[in-house]
């Protein structure tokens, strides 16, 4: 299911047909560089599964990219909900196969994405959990309005959290 198009991509709800797309893609050393370590075929098959509850659950989720053009798979971009000191959040991700960076995918994708939180799910209130040395993550955090506010404490690791009040932010004039 088709969840949003932007200038150059689509972003669509993931199924269990993605599996070698995503396999590929969180079993990717480079793109998974700020995580403890690579995803397995069986976790990437959960993470789907995970999205997926959360599309029951919620509405959104994180979504596949795609190239709307060609239909090639480019990444995962979307919303999620972390708990972070003690509070459900609503958390802006992203992961983007590595011949695809640098091409502004994720700043795109992630804008959809909170314009969305806005207008769609009325989300007040967007974050982004960023591993303090992860600088293209931080970079596509503050392209979208999110600012640095505090270090928290994320399944035992210190992360910085980016935020942003959505109101206001990202309509177009
Ligand atoms: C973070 C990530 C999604 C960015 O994807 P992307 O499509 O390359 O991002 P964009 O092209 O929109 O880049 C936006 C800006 O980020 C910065 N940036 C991107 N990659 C960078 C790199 N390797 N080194 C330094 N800055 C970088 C740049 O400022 C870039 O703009 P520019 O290319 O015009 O200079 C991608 O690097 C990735 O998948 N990383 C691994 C997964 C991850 O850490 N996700 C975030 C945590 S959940």
Not at 6 to 34: F, I
Not at 47 to 65: C, P, V
Not at 80 to 109: K, L, N, P, S, W
Request: hydrophobic share 35%.
């Amino acid at each position: 299911m088709s969840i949003v198009t932007t200038d150059r991509l689509t972003l669509r709800e993931m199924t269990p047909s993605d599996l070698d797309d995503m396999a590929a893609l969180l079993g990717d050393e480079q793109v998974m560089r700020y995580y403890p370590r690579t995803k397995t075929r069986d976790e990437a098959r959960r993470w789907i599964e995970w999205n997926r509850s959360l599309y029951r659950d919620h509405g959104f989720g994180l979504w596949a990219i795609t190239l709307t053009e060609t239909g090639a798979f480019v990444g995962d971009c979307g919303l999620t909900i972390q708990r972070i000191d003690g509070v459900d959040e609503v958390e802006v991700g992203y992961h983007v196969r590595t011949e695809y960076q640098r091409r502004g995918y994720a700043t795109e994708a992630a804008a959809a994405s909170r314009d969305l939180a806005r207008d769609r799910y009325s989300i007040g209130r967007l974050i982004a959990v960023i591993n303090a040395d992860n600088q293209p993550s931080t970079a596509v955090a503050e392209r979208i309005g999110l600012r640095f506010e505090k270090h928290a404490s994320v399944y035992g690791q210190d992360r910085l959290i980016y935020a942003a009040n959505l109101a206001g932010l990202g309509r177009p004039g």
